[in-house]
């Protein structure tokens, strides 16, 4: 049986059954209530209201959770990222120095400076970007740094010819 809904401004708005005092047909049976008690549409209305309430509070409730599951989930993302820029800067630092310790710091004397020594391992461009900016600023000399640019741009040059010499092959 579906309810029967009339609203309009400023008056009472039923929900349920029927006004009180009008006649409702029964589909079924063919016969015609000739009254509806006001308590009996009452009680519909307050259950109807009950549980659209219950409904919009829960899917409300739930939307809220999901908003803050986001947040921390983007606060917990964030806090890596950090985690891993601070243990990336420190092993970089680290490696730096172990070959400083070593007597290989100084660009002229080692023959192979420490960016080209990175670029041959394992980074990208990005990250050497990085590493470049983080060893200008904290612990390189000038001097040291131009050198290491210099040796590093010409690696890279060779590395561009080699691969461009590989691909003829591969084509040939």
């Given at each position: 049986m579906k309810p029967n809904i009339s609203s309009n401004m400023g008056q009472t708005i039923y929900?349920?059954?029927?006004?009180?005092g009008k006649?409702?047909?029964?589909?079924?049976s063919g016969t015609s209530?000739?009254?509806?008690?006001?308590?009996?549409?009452?009680?519909?209305?307050i259950a109807t209201i009950g549980s659209w309430r219950t409904k919009w509070t829960a899917s409300a409730e739930r939307r809220r959770q999901r908003w803050l599951d986001r947040q921390k989930q983007n606060e917990i993302e964030k806090r890596h990222k950090i985690q891993y820029v601070i243990r990336r800067k420190a092993y970089l630092t680290?490696?730096?120095q172990t070959r400083a310790d070593l007597g290989m710091d100084n660009m002229r004397e080692t023959g192979e400076p420490f960016?080209?020594?990175l670029a041959r391992t394992y980074m990208s461009d990005l990250r050497l970007r990085a590493v470049r900016h983080h060893l200008r600023h904290q612990v390189m000399t000038p001097a040291d740094y131009a050198e290491m640019m210099i040796?590093?741009?010409r690696a890279q040059k060779e590395c561009g010819k080699s691969a461009t010499a590989q691909m003829k092959k591969q084509k040939k």
């Open positions: 929900v349920g059954l029927a006004r009180p006649a409702q047909a029964d589909p079924c209530e000739t009254d509806t008690s006001a308590s009996d549409v009452h009680r519909a209305q680290r490696l730096y960016m080209r020594y040796w590093y741009r």
